[in-house]
Nanobody, 116 residues
Framework: VQLQASGGGLVQAGDSLRLSCTGT?????????AAWFRQAPGKQREWVAI???????QYGDSVKGRFTISRDNAKSTIYLEMNTLKPENTAVYYC??????????WGQGTLVTVSS
C-alpha cells in the first residue's frame, strides 16, 4: 500500500486528535514533500499542512497554531496533530506525498467529525 491514513473519529469541540499516514510512499528518502489535505461536505479539497523533505512546514491560515505536521522516520509515518478542534474542521482528511519517482500518492482518507 502506497499510503494509508488513520486516526479519524468523532470528537467534541476543543478536543485533540492525531492522524497518521504510512505506507511505502512515506519511506524516508522516497518523498520530497508530504502533506495533509481535507475535504468538507460540499466543499473543494484544500491543503492543510505541508512538510518538506528538509523539514520545513507550512500551514493553512485556519489551522496555524493548532495543527502540527510531523514525521517519524523510524516508522515511515507522517502525523497531523490537531488541537482545539472546531466543528468547521469536520472533513475527510487525506495524506499526500510527492515522491522522487515522479509520482504523487494519496491515502484513502480518514473522517474527522467534530461535534459542537
Amino acid at each position: 500500500v502506497q499510503l494509508q491514513a488513520s486516526g479519524g473519529g468523532l470528537v467534541q469541540a476543543g478536543d485533540s486528535l492525531r492522524l497518521s499516514c504510512t505506507g511505502t510512499a512515506t519511506t524516508p528518502g522516497t518523498y520530497s514533500m508530504a502533506a495533509w489535505f481535507r475535504q468538507a461536505p460540499g466543499k473543494q479539497r484544500e491543503w492543510v499542512a505541508i512538510l518538506s523533505n528538509g523539514g520545513r512546514t507550512q500551514y493553512g491560515d485556519s489551522v496555524k497554531g493548532r495543527f502540527t505536521i510531523s514525521r517519524d522516520n523510524a516508522k515511515s509515518t507522517i502525523y497531523l496533530e490537531m488541537n482545539t478542534l472546531k466543528p468547521e474542521n469536520t472533513a475527510v482528511y487525506y495524506c499526500n506525498t510527492r515522491n522522487t519517482d515522479g509520482r504523487e500518492y494519496w491515502g484513502q482518507g480518514t473522517l474527522v467529525t467534530v461535534s459542537s
